[in-house]
């Protein structure tokens, strides 16, 4: 049997850990061998006899024993007794060894080694050695736990082979009667394994993959990675569910000089639960036509409007409903000052139903066809950016009585910028104009219609700086106050269509914009002064913000007839508030280890806050974090959302403290609270045996009900840690999906079953590793690819 990876295999760590540095030793020839001991004798023929305290050293290899020869002539050095090799973070321990320092050809008898910048070892009865690029080991064994105190004993996990041969030059390893043991049970056993031996892929079976969740069971999967080319790859997962059936998931990949691509299938041919065969269906690719000329295609087709409930995780795109294909030809320009792009697009959607919960798509453009221009001219700005497209209804689409029709566009912009270190003044002039043409009648009969729509606007802003002392710091305090005035022409608009236009978010952002709307079709009318400041406190050594509060306002000098509605939509009566709503933004680091932040909006007609977002976190040391965050929006949700990761019990508390003091030490940094010193060694034992939890939690305050958990707890052992971890995911408001994650992980090794770790980091904010020692994750079962 091959077996692909091998990376996180200890046959593949000891190439590199162990052979590679023998083959970084190209220049050991040249380096002068230095020999020291109790007693030297030596021959007129090149040979030299050390006893006692012997050591060999040839730059970087270092040799100790009670007794070693040496033979000039031939660079070779037979040692016995206590026989020690060191080099480049790599310890043989043996009883016997004949080395030849120019080749490193050779053998070692009794050897056990240890990898010190993973804190893993192991032990062979013989290691021979061909060449720096050939090596085979007998009696072979591996693990990341703490050497046994007697023979009788075996540590919790351990790789053990009969044999290991491995050939650098042929990129290739072969271990004979493998077995992978934990609490002496074997959970792998395999008669022969190959693997690579270098970063070149290789084709072989992956380890298999498991799964289990409240829609398809229990699910195996066994992945088989095919090489089929330098440039191109093939990955086959078959898989077995115990309600759904057999299904395959492919991965293919390829690389050329001027494009490149991946192509992903999901099927079930027979889907016993649904009664239907099913499939996910996923396509990237990128190529360079020409020089510039650059050509994007994306492909993402399932096979029913439940795909996205029934596989959350196999959906693809970044939105489980709206399925986006598109092909783009794009291709810079230039001439003269001007200089730009030109691109073609053909965009499409699929819209995944649910009839509780129905979606308006957005509409396909067949096709869409841009230009983009922008020149300097002195101090002068120019940018013209314009667009035909057509729009045509998706199918599913829930409303079959929106227009669809032809749009052509452009905006001009004209912008005369100031900028000085201490603050900047920004005029601008612009104009907005579209032409529409139609399959049936507009809301006034027409079929074509037209509309221009002038713009100027004037940003401004100063940045005032002074140092300061607050909470017996020295620090520098800044304030910023700005200003943006736009005029907008008003033309009336609710009887064109809006293919794309929809309201903008009322936030720290979109408060600066001079359009109320994103998209093209609506452009609100304007008569307004908007007026903000902002002041922050930062470390003048380091520049990191400490704190910073901010509070902007909009000013309307007449009623906005084009203005955004409160349910987002675009089309609606005038507004006719004098100011806007208040926003208030704060947020600060200056709290040792606690973060706070907060943004409200405040309206001056109800007299109370309409949304706000509140937030802290604490994290008084490693593995040690609290996340709380409270979100509202007035009528429509009010949600709390608790994340966490926090050791249980006083011993793992214990652990946590001494691994922050290491930390501390390490970097000068303070230590966490109530921290102790502790060795690197002592903080790695002291998290043995403990117990972590994690999760997330959001609860809806409006619906009285959990819309989404994560529960589970961590167990670290020293050398293995174990993970079980429960999430569930609503689809709908009396819907949800369940999955358990069983993870096992062998430190320095590899990590077996579901892996949760990714669904912790973006859940929980501030989630560690708990094996983190060396700045890097542990080794984990690779997908084989570049």
């Given at each position: 049997m091959?077996c692909a990876?091998a990376?996180?295999?200890l046959?593949?760590?000891l190439?590199?850990?162990?052979?590679?540095?023998?083959r970084?030793?190209?220049d050991?020839?040249?380096?002068?061998?230095?020999?020291?001991?109790?007693r030297?004798?030596?021959t007129?023929d090149g040979?030299s006899?050390a006893?006692g305290?012997?050591?060999?050293r040839?730059?970087?290899?270092?040799i100790?024993?009670?007794?070693l020869?040496?033979?000039?002539?031939?660079?070779?050095a037979?040692?016995?007794?206590?026989?020690?090799?060191?080099r480049e973070?790599?310890?043989?321990?043996?009883?016997?060894?004949d080395?030849?320092?120019?080749d490193f050809?050779g053998w070692?008898?009794?050897?056990?080694?240890?990898?010190?910048d993973?804190g893993?070892r192991g032990?062979a009865s013989?290691?021979?050695?061909?060449s720096r690029?050939?090596?085979?080991a007998?009696?072979?064994?591996?693990t990341?736990?703490a050497?046994?105190?007697s023979?009788d004993?075996?540590?919790d996990w351990e790789?053990?082979?009969r044999?290991v041969?491995i050939?650098f030059?042929a990129n290739e390893g072969?271990?004979?009667?493998?077995?992978l043991q934990f609490?002496?049970v074997?959970l792998?056993?395999l008669?022969?394994l190959s693997?690579?031996?270098?970063?070149?892929?290789k084709s072989g079976w992956?380890?298999p993959?498991?799964d289990l969740?409240?829609?398809s069971g229990?699910?195996?999967?066994?992945p088989?990675?095919?090489?089929l080319?330098?440039?191109?790859?093939?990955?086959?997962a078959?898989r077995l569910?115990?309600r759904?059936?057999?299904g395959?998931?492919?991965?293919?990949?390829?690389l050329?000089?001027?494009?490149?691509g991946e192509v992903?299938?999901d099927?079930?041919?027979d889907?016993r639960?649904a009664?239907?065969s099913?499939?996910?269906?996923e396509w990237?690719h990128?190529q360079?036509?020409?020089?510039r000329t650059t050509?994007?295609v994306?492909?993402?087709?399932?096979?029913?409007?439940?795909?996205?409930?029934?596989?959350?995780?196999?959906?693809p795109?970044?939105w489980p409903?709206?399925?986006a294909?598109?092909a783009?030809?794009?291709r810079?320009?230039?001439w003269?000052?001007w200089?730009g792009?030109?691109?073609?697009?053909?965009q499409?959607w699929q819209?995944l139903q649910?009839?509780?919960a129905p979606?308006v798509?957005?509409?396909?453009?067949?096709?869409?066809l841009?230009?983009?221009a922008?020149?300097?001219q002195?101090?002068l700005q120019w940018?013209l950016?314009?667009?035909l497209?057509r729009f045509e209804?998706?199918g599913?689409?829930?409303?079959?009585?929106r227009?669809q029709g032809?749009?052509?566009?452009?905006?001009?912009d004209l912008a005369w910028?100031l900028?000085r270190?201490g603050?900047?003044?920004v005029p601008?002039?612009?104009?907005?104009g579209?032409?529409?043409?139609?399959?049936d009648?507009?809301?006034?009969?027409?079929?074509?219609?037209?509309r221009?729509?002038?713009?100027?606007?004037?940003?401004?802003?100063?940045?005032?700086?002074?140092?300061?002392?607050f909470?017996?710091r020295?620090l520098?305090?800044t304030?910023?106050?700005?200003?943006l005035?736009v005029?907008?022409a008003?033309r009336r608009q609710?009887r064109?269509?809006?293919f794309?236009a929809w309201?903008?978010d009322f936030d720290?952002d979109s408060v600066?914009?001079r359009n109320?709307?994103?998209?093209?079709d609506?452009?609100?009318?304007?008569?307004q002064?908007?007026l903000?400041?902002?002041?922050?406190l930062l470390?003048?050594?380091s520049?990191?913000e400490?704190?910073?509060?901010?509070?902007v306002?909009?000013?309307l000098?007449?009623?906005q007839?084009?203005?955004p509605?409160?349910?987002g939509?675009a089309?609606g009566?005038?507004?006719e508030r004098?100011?806007s709503?208040l926003l208030?933004?704060?947020s600060?680091?200056?709290?040792?280890?606690?973060g706070?932040?907060a943004?409200?909006?405040y309206s001056p007609?109800?007299g109370?806050?309409?949304?706000s977002?509140?937030?802290?976190?604490?994290s008084p040391?490693?593995f040690?974090?609290?996340?709380v965050?409270?979100?509202?929006a007035?009528?429509?949700s009010?949600?709390?959302?608790?994340?966490?990761?926090?050791?249980?019990?006083?011993?793992?508390?214990?652990a946590?403290?001494?691994?922050?003091?290491q930390e501390?030490?390490?970097?000068?940094?303070?230590?966490?609270?109530?921290a102790?010193a502790?060795?690197?060694?002592a903080?790695?034992?002291e998290?043995?045996?403990?117990w972590?939890?994690?999760?997330r939690i959001a609860?809806?305050m409006?619906?009285?009900r959990?819309?989404d958990s994560?529960?589970?707890?961590e167990f670290?052992a020293?050398c293995?840690?174990?993970?079980?971890?429960s999430?569930?995911v609503?689809?709908?408001?009396?819907e949800a999906?369940?999955r358990?994650?069983?993870q096992?992980?062998?430190v320095?090794?590899s990590?077996?079953?579901?892996?949760p770790?990714r669904?912790?980091k973006d859940n929980i904010?501030g989630y560690?590793?708990l094996?983190?020692?060396?700045g890097?994750e542990p080794?984990?079962?690779p997908?084989?690819?570049?």
């Amino acid at each position: 049997m091959r077996c692909a990876p091998a990376r996180p295999w200890l046959l593949l760590l000891l190439c590199i850990q162990a052979a590679a540095p023998l083959r970084a030793a190209d220049d050991a020839p040249r380096l002068p061998v230095t020999l020291q001991a109790d007693r030297l004798s030596s021959t007129p023929d090149g040979r030299s006899r050390a006893e006692g305290e012997v050591e060999l050293r040839q730059g970087g290899l270092r040799i100790r024993a009670d007794r070693l020869d040496y033979r000039a002539d031939t660079a070779r050095a037979t040692a016995s007794g206590r026989v020690v090799v060191e080099r480049e973070g790599l310890v043989l321990r043996g009883t016997e060894i004949d080395l030849g320092v120019r080749d490193f050809s050779g053998w070692c008898l009794a050897t056990e080694f240890d990898f010190l910048d993973r804190g893993t070892r192991g032990s062979a009865s013989r290691i021979d050695l061909a060449s720096r690029t050939r090596l085979r080991a007998e009696d072979f064994a591996y693990t990341s736990c703490a050497r046994p105190a007697s023979p009788d004993e075996r540590p919790d996990w351990e790789l053990r082979a009969r044999s290991v041969a491995i050939d650098f030059d042929a990129n290739e390893g072969v271990a004979e009667a493998a077995r992978l043991q934990f609490q002496g049970v074997t959970l792998l056993a395999l008669p022969s394994l190959s693997f690579p031996v270098t970063d070149a892929r290789k084709s072989g079976w992956l380890p298999p993959t498991l799964d289990l969740d409240s829609r398809s069971g229990f699910e195996v999967s066994v992945p088989y990675y095919w090489n089929l080319a330098p440039n191109r790859d093939l990955t086959l997962a078959p898989r077995l569910s115990t309600r759904r059936g057999l299904g395959l998931e492919a991965e293919f990949r390829y690389l050329e000089p001027r494009w490149r691509g991946e192509v992903r299938l999901d099927g079930l041919p027979d889907d016993r639960a649904a009664r239907r065969s099913r499939y996910a269906l996923e396509w990237e690719h990128r190529q360079r036509a020409g020089r510039r000329t650059t050509l994007e295609v994306d492909l993402a087709r399932v096979s029913d409007d439940d795909w996205w409930k029934d596989f959350p995780r196999a959906t693809p795109g970044p939105w489980p409903r709206l399925l986006a294909s598109r092909a783009r030809v794009e291709r810079p320009w230039q001439w003269r000052s001007w200089q730009g792009q030109a691109w073609a697009q053909l965009q499409d959607w699929q819209v995944l139903q649910d009839p509780g919960a129905p979606v308006v798509a957005p509409y396909a453009r067949r096709p869409q066809l841009g230009v983009l221009a922008e020149a300097a001219q002195g101090p002068l700005q120019w940018r013209l950016t314009s667009e035909l497209n057509r729009f045509e209804r998706p199918g599913g689409d829930v409303d079959a009585d929106r227009p669809q029709g032809w749009r052509w566009h452009a905006v001009a912009d004209l912008a005369w910028p100031l900028r000085r270190p201490g603050g900047w003044l920004v005029p601008r002039l612009a104009l907005n104009g579209a032409w529409y043409r139609t399959d049936d009648p507009m809301a006034d009969g027409r079929t074509t219609a037209s509309r221009w729509i002038p713009s100027a606007s004037v940003d401004a802003g100063l940045v005032f700086e002074r140092d300061a002392t607050f909470f017996g710091r020295a620090l520098r305090q800044t304030l910023e106050p700005r200003a943006l005035y736009v005029r907008t022409a008003y033309r009336r608009q609710d009887r064109l269509p809006n293919f794309d236009a929809w309201a903008r978010d009322f936030d720290f952002d979109s408060v600066w914009a001079r359009n109320a709307f994103a998209g093209v079709d609506r452009v609100s009318d304007a008569d307004q002064l908007t007026l903000g400041v902002t002041s922050r406190l930062l470390d003048p050594a380091s520049g990191a913000e400490l704190l910073r509060l901010g509070v902007v306002q909009r000013v309307l000098l007449r009623d906005q007839r084009v203005a955004p509605q409160p349910d987002g939509s675009a089309d609606g009566p005038p507004l006719e508030r004098s100011v806007s709503d208040l926003l208030l933004l704060g947020s600060t680091t200056l709290l040792p280890r606690l973060g706070l932040d907060a943004s409200m909006q405040y309206s001056p007609d109800l007299g109370r806050l309409t949304r706000s977002v509140l937030g802290a976190n604490w994290s008084p040391g490693p593995f040690r974090t609290i996340d709380v965050r409270y979100r509202l929006a007035r009528g429509t949700s009010e949600q709390v959302e608790v994340g966490w990761q926090w050791p249980l019990g006083a011993a793992a508390m214990a652990a946590a403290r001494a691994i922050a003091e290491q930390e501390a030490a390490a970097t000068g940094a303070p230590a966490a609270d109530g921290a102790r010193a502790a060795s690197p060694a002592a903080a790695q034992a002291e998290c043995r045996g403990r117990w972590y939890g994690v999760g997330r939690i959001a609860y809806s305050m409006r619906d009285s009900r959990i819309t989404d958990s994560l529960l589970g707890v961590e167990f670290d052992a020293g050398c293995w840690i174990a993970r079980i971890v429960s999430e569930r995911v609503s689809t709908g408001r009396s819907e949800a999906t369940t999955r358990l994650m069983l993870q096992l992980e062998l430190v320095g090794l590899s990590r077996l079953g579901t892996n949760p770790l990714r669904v912790l980091k973006d859940n929980i904010p501030g989630y560690r590793l708990l094996r983190d020692e060396h700045g890097e994750e542990p080794l984990a079962w690779p997908s084989n690819l570049p």
